[in-house]
């Protein structure tokens, strides 16, 4: 497969913009039935897989998905020995190679392991290497970014990449409106969660959103209509139903939001991205994918919740100054 193929897919066929998805591009060869090719992205054999891996000084949030990592890709704080032609990291998992960039930055990162699927071997890669790159940052108090992550099968020729669905360009009809002040930190928090790339954080972000709103914002606004004796029309804030929920939460689609923030967002997750698992007081490895995963795939229902918290809140602020 060479490096400088490339297409164009709908955005349709993504999930909503900032959520993580995994990309697989399946060679298919004119000597196989079509359900060979089906037989291969599926199978369970224990065979070999190659990791490439590309490090950056920032997150980066591309507006393209690439599968392939070049010799040149790769930035970061840590330089190299002057003399060194690259690094070699022995872990539990196996050796992993990190080659330099021209300014002898430590930048792209290569490991191969068997195991029987993609994700395990991302896995396995993630688990030697993350180690050394979360104990590095501590030592040079610098960041430390893996920007992107490919994986090929090499007994099918399959690749993979795990990403962010990219954002794309968006008018906004021009009309004169205004800002309510009890919002002001609530949007900020919004721009804040869509500005990183941490599905902890952005979670968190989202959380905060919700429980200001709630436990804030919503009290207050209850209170100052009983106050000045005015009268508001009940809304109701439920999960939207939207073809991400209808695919992925189909069981909390059109049921009230608050509920969901109190015994789901709350107790299932925010107790976890605070770092501690409540049975153990054991700390969370956030390096972790499994644990990365779970929380970007529960982003796509608290930024939809999120959405209409706010949207709901500022139609009640609306209302009460019409009237």
Do not use: W
């Not at 199978?43 to 591309?62: E, I, M």
């Not at 992993?96 to 396995?124: G, M, P, Q, W």
């Amino acid at each position: 497969m060479k490096d400088h193929l490339s297409t164009s897919i709908s955005a349709e066929k993504f999930d909503p913009p900032g959520l993580p998805g995994e990309l697989f591009v399946v060679p298919v060869f004119a000597s196989n039935a079509p359900e060979t090719d089906e037989k291969r992205l599926k199978d369970k054999s224990f065979r070999k897989f190659s990791v490439h891996a590309s490090l950056g000084k920032q997150a980066l949030l591309s507006e393209n998905i690439s599968l392939s990592i070049t010799k040149n890709a790769g930035t970061s704080y840590i330089k190299a020995p002057p003399d060194a032609s690259f690094t070699k990291l022995y872990s539990p998992e196996g050796e992993i190679f990190i080659y330099h960039n021209s300014d002898k930055e430590l930048a792209r990162v290569e490991f191969e392991c068997e195991t029987t699927d993609t994700r395990e071997a991302r896995n396995k890669f993630l688990r030697g290497f993350t180690p050394f790159l979360d104990r590095t940052s501590f030592l040079a108090n610098v960041p430390l970014h893996i920007t992107q992550i490919s994986v090929r099968d090499q007994k099918h020729e399959i690749q993979s990449a795990y990403y962010f669905t990219p954002y794309h360009c968006v008018q906004i009809n021009p009309h004169k409106e205004s800002i309510q002040n009890d919002l002001i930190p609530i949007y900020a928090l919004y721009r804040e969660a869509k500005n990183s790339t941490s599905p902890f954080y952005r979670f968190l972000c989202y959380f905060k959103i919700m429980e200001g709103i709630f436990s804030v914002l919503r009290p207050k606004y209850f209170k100052d209509v009983r106050e000045n004796g005015k009268k508001i029309t009940p809304k109701k804030e439920l999960v939207p139903s939207t073809d991400y929920l209808k695919e992925h939460f189909p069981d909390l689609v059109g049921k009230p939001i608050k509920p969901i923030f109190d015994s789901r967002f709350k107790t299932e997750f925010r107790n976890k991205v605070a770092h501690y698992l409540l049975d153990s007081n054991t700390p969370v490895n956030v390096s972790d994918f499994n644990i990365f995963s779970e929380f970007g795939t529960e982003l796509g229902l608290i930024e939809a919740c999120s959405r209409t918290t706010i949207e709901t809140h500022a139609a009640y602020l609306s209302e009460l100054v019409e009237k």
